[in-house]
């Protein structure tokens, strides 16, 4: 435990010292709110087919890929509540000690911790939209008793508002994040495997532009061996709980 500690103080000193921290999440940071990863041994996809989440199987199949998306996003991700982590983000942003938070999640739990300025690389599951006019709707406007969901101004099919597989990232999260790595001085990546591709590509840009990679994982991801410069082996919330505890013991 004390090397992690003197880590941890490492890190404390180069986000206290730092002009401008992005903090960029992934499944991890959701992993202590009950959500689980996608991938891995117990990962959703151990007990789902992804293809649920293709987009052409979407519009061919509504009813069955809707069955599963109700089942898994909403009644079962909707109730997940923020952790330890995202609320000390959020008093990091009030703090001026973070300017933005990237996030590959979908579950809007960066918002409900108080979080302002939240890019959604992959969209956001708590809205849906009209795959015919465009209307967008908060979840809880729709009603999901009867399947698939349909718009009431032009009946046609809602979709969730994150990306399916085949669809691209959002222009204005994406760009948002290319400006973030490169005016950050210092990068906070938390719980991402950073296998899924483009997001990935966004800490590694950071580094090129001369960012300092602090990273929190239990496990070591495709980012630690290459670009991480502080590695903080350890759950999200148990590390940001101390790191919350360092940064702020004089005020
Ligand atoms: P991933 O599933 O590839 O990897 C999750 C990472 O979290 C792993 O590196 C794992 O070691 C780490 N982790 C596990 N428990 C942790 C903890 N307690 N604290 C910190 N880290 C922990 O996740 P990914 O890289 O984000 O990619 C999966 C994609 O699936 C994402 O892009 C996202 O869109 C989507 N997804 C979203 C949610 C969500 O919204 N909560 C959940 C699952 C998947």
Known sequence: MQNIKDEIIKSVKILKNSKATTAFTGAGISVESGIPTFRGKDG???KYDPKILDINYFHKYPKDSWKVIKEIFYDFFGKATYNKAHEVLA????NNLINNVITQNIDNLHQEAG????HEFHGNSKNLICTKCGKSYNISEVNLSSLPPKCNECNGLLKPDFI???EGIPKKAYSASLEASEKSKVFLVIGTTGEIM????IPYLAKQNGAIIIEINPEESNFTNRITDVFLKGKASEIMKIIEKELFKNK
Do not use: N, R
């Not at 979080?115 to 939240?118: A, H, L």
């Open 198 to 201: 483009p997001a990935c590509q």
């Open 44 to 46: 959703l996809w151990s």
């Open 91 to 94: 008093l990091m942003e009030q």
């Open 115 to 118: 979080s302002k300025i939240v």
């Open 164 to 166: 399916f597989f085949g």
